[in-house]
Antibody, heavy 121, light 107 residues
Framework: EVQLMESGGGLVQPGGSLRLSCATSGFTFSTYWMSWVRQTPGKGLEWVANIKKDGSEKYYVDSVKGRFTISRDNAKNSLSLQMNSLRAEDTAVYYC??????????????WGQGTLVTVSS | DIQMTQSPSTLSASVGDRVTITCRASQSISTWLAWYQQKPGKAPKLLIYKASILETGVPSRFSGSGSGTEFTLTISSLQPDDFATYYCQQFSSYSQTFGQGTKVEIK
């Protein structure tokens, strides 16, 4: 059974940093692209970042470029999201997600349960 | 960036009704479209990908159609377990964009 388990969410002040982790099991992690997706009541679902199977390619939504870094450790079957210079608008539930699809086009076939990040003073 | 617009935002229906949700893309995305179902407090669940391919294990009452810029998700006979929020997602490139969601509620 595919399992994705996020951790690391919490309350952080504006301008602060947080690192999210996602532990995976039940599939060959190194053969899948992975993503982070966030959800807020106001903006709905928003894709945040993608990372290629070997970590050699990374893509970000414009609003987090230069502040967030996606990474993976294929030896530990884990995905991470380093979030710096956090803003109130980054407040959301963050989901770790497994991608499936085609050469350059991926949809999400499994999601974690989500971890809440709250940016507030 | 490609924008996705769903309609309606909310839909009231009864068990047994045929339900149709529309998703429009701001530019052509061929058939690079997926549909998800989300229930309160839970992660989204994949229903359909590449516009019309039913994910394994998803009931056949769900179907998808469309290409280019206009797509539909149809539930042929609404069941009690189907009351939820539905999202479309385009995946025509490395970036992905979601629609704002359609909440299907009990009439």
């Amino acid at each position: 059974e595919v399992q994705l388990m996020e951790s690391g969410g919490g309350l952080v002040q504006p301008g602060g940093s947080l690192r999210l982790s996602c532990a995976t099991s039940g599939f060959t992690f190194s053969t899948y692209w992975m993503s982070w997706v966030r959800q807020t009541p106001g903006k709905g679902l928003e894709w945040v970042a993608n990372i290629k199977k070997d970590g050699s390619e990374k893509y970000y939504v414009d609003s987090v470029k230069g502040r967030f870094t996606i990474s993976r450790d294929n030896a530990k079957n884990s995905l991470s999201l380093q979030m710096n210079s956090l803003r109130a608008e980054d407040t959301a539930v963050y989901y770790c997600a497994r991608n499936r699809g085609y050469t350059n086009s991926f949809f999400i076939d499994h999601w974690g349960q989500g971890t809440l990040v709250t940016v507030s003073s | 960036d490609i924008q996705m617009t769903q309609s309606p935002s909310t839909l009231s229906a009864s068990v047994g009704d045929r339900v149709t949700i529309t998703c429009r893309a701001s530019q052509s995305i061929s058939t690079w479209l997926a549909w998800y179902q989300q229930k309160p407090g839970k992660a989204p669940k994949l229903l359909i990908y590449k516009a019309s391919i039913l994910e394994t294990g998803v009931p056949s009452r769900f179907s998808g159609s469309g290409s280019g810029t206009e797509f539909t998700l149809t539930i042929s006979s609404l069941q009690p377990d189907d009351f939820a929020t539905y999202y479309c997602q385009q995946f025509s490139s490395y970036s992905q964009t979601f629609g704002q969601g359609t909440k299907v509620e009990i009439k």
